[in-house]
């Protein structure tokens, strides 16, 4: 499985951009995860097969919201409100096993693909 991830960059405070992840296939369980420098890997945001289910890290709850697109194999991450604990390298991951432990949707071990990441930071 590929993964590319596309948008982020430089945005204002309080800005909302838009994360973009092309699939080279259907994947089962799709999610974004995120990394700033000297923290770990957390998950951001995660998508169920059904493409109506998410789930949200309580840090973005409410500011984030994930899509998906299976006719184009796409995710989309929309952000908002972005706060200064945002900043970091946004991935795009895939479980590709089509079955999953529930309570560790939000767990990087979960997903077995990953993209090279986009930046996502915070201008003043």
């Known amino acids: 499985v590929q993964l590319e991830e596309s948008g982020g960059g430089s945005v204002q405070a309080g800005g909302s951009p838009r994360l973009s992840c092309a699939a080279s296939t259907y994947i089962y369980l799709m999610a974004w995860l995120r990394q700033a420098p000297g923290h770990e890997r957390e998950g951001a945001g995660v998508?169920?097969?059904?493409?109506?289910?998410?789930l949200y890290a309580d840090s973005v709850k409410g500011r984030f919201t994930i899509s998906r697109d299976d006719a184009k194999n796409t995710i989309s991450l929309q952000m908002s409100s972005l706060k200064p604990e945002d900043p970091a390298r946004y991935y795009c991951?895939?479980?590709?096993?089509?079955?999953?432990?529930?309570?560790?949707?939000?767990?990087?071990?979960?997903?077995?693909?990953w993209g090279q990441g986009t930046q996502v930071t915070v201008s003043s």
């Open positions: 998508i169920y097969y059904d493409g109506t289910t998410s």
């Open positions: 991951a895939a479980r590709t096993a089509s079955w999953d432990l529930p309570h560790l949707r939000l767990q990087p071990s979960t997903y077995d693909s």
